[in-house]
């Protein structure tokens, strides 16, 4: 997927993924379908292959997966699971990614932990 902070939002991960539905509208009427299936098909299997073992760990996976079992096919509700954990996927490498800027940022240039660029003996 690359770096995460080209995406400014967690719906574009989802999209450039392939896990969101397309869509037929008109007159102010919207028809959802099948999903995109664009971007890497295996990285979007491994996705719902981690969303089948998330809802079994997750309780509020959990709910969701089965509220939309509910409502619509099985397969329909684990991409919805696959899309959520996709998304919770983004915010955590982007925070991971804010974090570790924020982190070399305020360090002062001699602090210890940073390594200096030239070593001489």
């Keep these: 997927m690359g770096d995460v902070s080209r995406f400014p ?9 392939g896990l969101i539905p397309r869509e037929h509208s008109s007159g102010g009427r919207q028809k959802l379908g099948a999903i995109t299936k664009q971007g890497n098909r295996m990285l979007r299997m491994l996705l719902v292959e981690a969303a089948q073992v998330a809802v079994v760990h997750d ?10 079992c509910r409502q619509k096919r ?10 959520k954990l996709a998304v919770r996927l983004y915010w955590m490498l982007h925070e991971r990614g804010l974090s570790r800027d924020r982190s070399h940022r305020e360090q002062p240039a001699g ?9 001489r003996c």
């Design 9 to 17: 939002r967690g719906k574009q991960v989802a999209s450039y993924l």
């Design 59 to 68: 309780p509020g996976l959990r709910k969701q997966y089965r509220h939309r």
């Design 74 to 83: 099985k397969a329909v509700a684990k991409v919805a699971v696959a899309r």
């Design 111 to 119: 602090a210890p932990g940073r390594r200096k660029l030239d070593r």
